[in-house]
């Protein structure tokens, strides 16, 4: 009896284990965070980064060849359309505007003279006491006297206004960034004699792949913005698209003018978006909650604390959101942060997160 009592309470402490199984525990729900799929305005676009240039030709170069006699502004110096900039000696063009005046009333009188002798011609031949030749050689003389007193006038025009040339003046408003010249040079046509830079009209030129081209027009509203300064855009247009040819590659140009406020300058670099289109309808969700998948692209539609993965056919992206195209219809919830670790038929956890306003729209209407 003795040799029993082990082998009972051993039995029966078997008995006990076999009585609760252990349970087999399944994964803990996913934490994550949700948000809704929404239906709202689209716009579609081509974004790049560019360069600007200035409009205006800064170059300011001498219209008539001469000595300067003064400097009116300095280097660094703001200046306005019309501005006087410097003086040339006038005295040559003086002279020589007064010799083209001369010359038109030498030219005047004679011409006067010769309709006299034109006149009293005719009544000789209508009379037929001198032969029709003689009035067409003094005709021919005061055809001739009519042209030499247009070709001066022509002259004394040119002459004219190389005497307002000897006044610089600035074609538009800017700032003098060089001074090429000095008071006592000698200078030629052309030669340069200041820098005004100008940034109230710029020029983008902005780089986009060839497979873009089908996608731009000439026209299309485009906002530029300093890449320091992304909220503060301008809008201006696309001006011309030229082809673009570089070292392995095929390229277009699109170059787009605007009006600058001034928070702009020529030889900086812009950040560019060229408004292409607008979507009415289009159904949006985060980039985040976009996943690859063996099956494609899915998104996880959250409900009743499990995860349903959806494959999507996604469209065009912008400011973090996606145009869904095919698989969500608008108002389903689903994952958001945390969407990366989920599978089909996870249970998830959903985290709640305050609200702080309205969402951000998608992208702004374009102007």
Known sequence: MRCTAPFVLLAALLTACGDKPAEKKGAPPTLITTTQARVAPLEIS?????????????????????????????????????????????ADATSQAAADQGEIARLTALLAQQERVVA?????VQKNFISRNALEDVSAQRDA?????????????????????????????????????????????GDPLFRIVSN???????????????????????????????????????????????????????????DNPGALK????????????????????????????????VVYVIAEGKATQQIVEVGSKQRGQIDILKGLQG???????????LSHGAAVNVKEVPKTGNPAPAAAKAP
């Not at 108002?331 to 670790?341: N, Y």
């Open 200 to 258: 109230t009209r710029l020029r983008a030129h902005l780089p986009f792949p060839e497979s873009a081209a089908p996608r731009i027009k000439v026209g299309m509203p485009v906002r530029i913005a300093s890449p320091l300064a992304p909220d503060n855009s301008i809008s201006g247009q696309v001006e011309a698209i030229r082809p673009s040819v570089g070292e392995g590659n095929r390229a277009i140009d699109v170059i787009a003018r605007f």
């Open 120 to 124: 009293r011609q005719t009544e000789l």
């Open 46 to 90: 081509e974004r790049t980064l560019g360069s600007l240039e200035a409009v205006n030709d800064p170059k300011i170069a001498a219209e008539i060849a001469g000595k300067i006699i003064d400097i009116s502004v300095r280097t660094g110096e703001a200046v306005s359309k019309g501005q006087l900039l410097a003086r040339m000696d006038p």
């Open 266 to 297: 020529g030889g900086g670099s812009v950040d560019a978006t060229v408004i292409t289109g607008q979507k009415e309808q289009a159904t949006l969700v985060p980039e985040q909650s976009v996943v690859l998948r063996p099956a494609g692209k």
């Open 331 to 341: 108002g389903e919830t689903i994952a958001l942060d945390g969407a990366g670790f």
């Open 145 to 189: 006297l009519q042209n030499q007193l247009a070709t001066a006038k022509a002259k004394a025009e040119l002459s004219k206004n190389n005497v307002s040339k000897t006044r610089i003046v600035a074609p538009f408003d800017g700032i003098v960034e060089e001074q090429l010249a000095a008071t006592g040079d000698y200078v030629k046509l």
